[in-house]
């Protein structure tokens, strides 16, 4: 079976596209995912993106690069958006594009793209922090969910983090039933963080559009920075920076670019049998 394909990144965080209107191909998804997301036997991606339409609105459906299904990712919904613009398929400025956690509103400007991220939630005791022990560590966790679950961990630098062996650990606490993206972060100055992201279903990535958002929405909370809504706030992935900011309907609005990177087919037949 041959799929057509277009391969996006967003800050680093990369997506294999493809389209399938009619939603034939999601039974097969981890399948696929699984076998395109692989870096040396695929395509070599993060996630992977159905491009579907039930209804009006086209919907951004994800896998990530281990087969599971994520409820929404940040910067795939914003090259989703330049997808769909340069396939012809919306016109600009405002789009909008549905995902498992809702529509999302997405507007351009210039080659920049501006998402209605909604309303955050927050579960476990409206905000607090949430202790986790972890092979003897106890770690204060912050749950928010942006659509999706993440967990914002506080720390004091970056640089000193074992990040590779907590980001996994951390993952899979028993706290979050389905796993949870966990931002670690470090707070620069009243309108900036650092965040690195071992993102649920994926590992560590160059950057997570909603894991920034749930990161500049606690910091704020907290008091740890500016009011979202006063202020912008800048996130310094490893791939790059996202501007965050609120909105008096208390949204939390994400800024950020998308890079279309090549188009191909590839026969998913083969990739599989190579495989095995």
Known sequence: MELKFVKYHGLGNDFIFVEDAGGFLLPQGEMLATALCHRQFGIGADGLVFV???????????????GTEAE???????????????????????????????????????ERYVVDMGEPDFP?????????????????????????????VFVDDLAELDFS???????????????????????????????????????????????????????????????????????????GELTIHGGVDNHVYMTGPAVRVFSGHIDISRVERERK
Request: aromatic residues 6%; hydrophobic residues 40%; charged residues 20%.
């Open 52 to 66: 579907t339409k039930e209804t009006d609105v086209y919907t951004m459906r994800i896998f990530n690069a281990d």
């Open 72 to 110: 929404m990712c940040g910067n795939a919904v914003r090259c989703m958006a330049d997808y769909l613009l340069h396939e012809g398929l919306v016109q600009g400025p405002d789009i909008e594009i549905g995902t498992i956690s809702g529509t999302k509103l997405v507007r351009v400007e210039g």
């Open 124 to 152: 476990f005791s409206q905000g607090k922090a949430v202790e986790v022990l972890s092979h003897g560590m106890t770690w204060n966790t912050h749950p928010v969910s942006m659509g999706n679950p993440h967990a914002v």
């Open 165 to 239: 062996t907590w980001g996994p650990r951390l993952e899979v606490a028993e706290v979050w039933p389905k796993g949870a993206n966990i931002e670690f972060t470090q707070v620069i100055s009243r309108d900036r963080l650092r965040v690195k992201v071992w993102e649920r279903g994926a590992g560590p990535t160059l950057a997570c559009g909603t894991g920034a958002c749930a990161a500049a929405v606690v910091a704020s909370k907290l008091g740890l920075t500016s009011e979202l809504t006063n202020n912008p706030i800048t996130v310094s992935l490893p791939g």
